[in-house]
Structure formats: C-alpha cells, structure tokens
C-alpha cells in the first residue's frame, strides 16, 4: 500500500524532521561503515588477523542494520504522523550507543594489545 493513501498528509514541517531524522540515522550508518572498512584496510597492526577482520564486519553489519532499522524508523513514524497517532517508541539509541561504547573499547582493547 502506498504511504500517500493512509491517513492526510501531516504538515511538511513533520515530514521534513522526520526525513532529517533519516538522514541522520544514514550518516551513523555510514559512519560505522566508514570504521570497518577503515579498519581494516589501515589499521593492520591492530590485534591479530582475525580480530581485525571480525570487528571490521561486525561494524559493517551494524551500518546495514542501522540503514535498514533507520528506514523501518521513519516508515513507522511517517504512519503515526499521517494516521495522527503518537510516535513509536525506539530502542535504537541504546542499541547505537551500546555498539559505540563496545566498539570503542575493542579497538582500545587491540591498540594495547599492539604496543
């Protein structure tokens, strides 16, 4: 079904902070990309091998996950908008900030480790 035919269309204003809100959630994603790669491409001394490259892929897979929830987020939101519902809730900010704080500590984790 087509968003446009649920509900009336809010105002633009609600729209448009919702597509920043998107947006956002699309530069995080990338963000995270940007690290696993960028992790494993220039970063070789950092743990071994194999630690490298499963923490560059767990950060990879964070990033798609991130655009493909970011999307779902603002599906929902759009809905309740058009449907003058209240917004859904998300636990997707502790689950962001829980993958920057465990990122975070295994690359601290690997840099002592290469010392």
């Known amino acids: 079904m087509s968003l446009s035919r649920i509900g ?3 105002d633009y204003r609600f729209s448009l902070a919702n597509e920043r809100t998107f947006l ?3 530069r995080t994603a990338l963000g995270f990309l940007a690290a696993g790669v ?3 491409q220039f970063a070789p001394d950092i743990a071994t091998p194999a630690v490298r490259q499963a923490l560059a892929l767990l950060l990879c ?3 798609a996950l991130l655009a493909a929830l970011g999307y779902l987020r603002w599906l929902r939101n759009e809905q309740a908008m058009r ?3 209240d917004l859904p ?3 997707m ?3 962001v900030a829980l993958a920057i704080t465990a990122a975070s500590v ?3 984790g690997g840099v002592v480790y290469a010392s």
Do not use: D, S, V
Request: a negative charge.
């Open 8 to 10: 009336e269309a809010p």
């Open 83 to 85: 449907l003058k519902e």
């Open 89 to 91: 809730y998300t636990r």
């Open 38 to 40: 960028g992790l494993e």
């Open 61 to 63: 897979l964070f990033a």
């Open 93 to 95: 900010l502790q689950l």
């Open 24 to 26: 956002a959630w699309i």
């Open 106 to 108: 295994a690359l601290m």
